[in-house]
């Protein structure tokens, strides 16, 4: 079993910025890939982005250029720098790990953009 904690949902206006972070209780070299997913209500959940063991990252044409995803290997963590938040990205925000095959998903962290 691996446990995800997330913080740094909030509230912001369109165009301000946010960081998530999602810290695991096992290291981090023993995921395949980590990253985000994001549902909004009345969607399905979308993969917003995610990083692969060995640093690659894939993103979401709606958040490319906008969003970087990062890991810091120290403290086990990813961490997700959403800039020129809009609207649209409002959702719930869920950290997510490929353990073994496996995902586990974090509790998720309301985004909530303003216009």
């Known amino acids: 079993q691996v446990q995800l904690v997330e913080s740094g949902g909030g509230l912001v206006q369109a165009g301000g910025s946010l960081r998530l972070s999602c810290a695991a209780s096992t290291s981090i070299f023993s995921f395949n890939g980590m990253g985000w997913y994001r549902q909004a209500p009345g969607k399905q959940r979308e993969l917003v982005a995610t990083?692969?063991?060995?640093?690659?990252?894939i993103y979401a044409d709606s958040v490319q250029g906008r969003f970087t995803i990062s890991r810091d290997n120290f403290k086990n963590a990813v961490h997700l720098q959403m800039n020129s938040l809009e609207p649209e990205d409002t959702a719930v925000y869920y950290c997510?790990?490929?353990?073994?095959?496996?995902?586990?998903w974090g509790q998720g962290t309301q985004v909530t953009v303003s216009s």
């Open positions: 997510y790990v490929d353990y073994k095959s496996t995902n586990f």
């Open positions: 990083i692969r063991r060995i640093g690659s990252s």
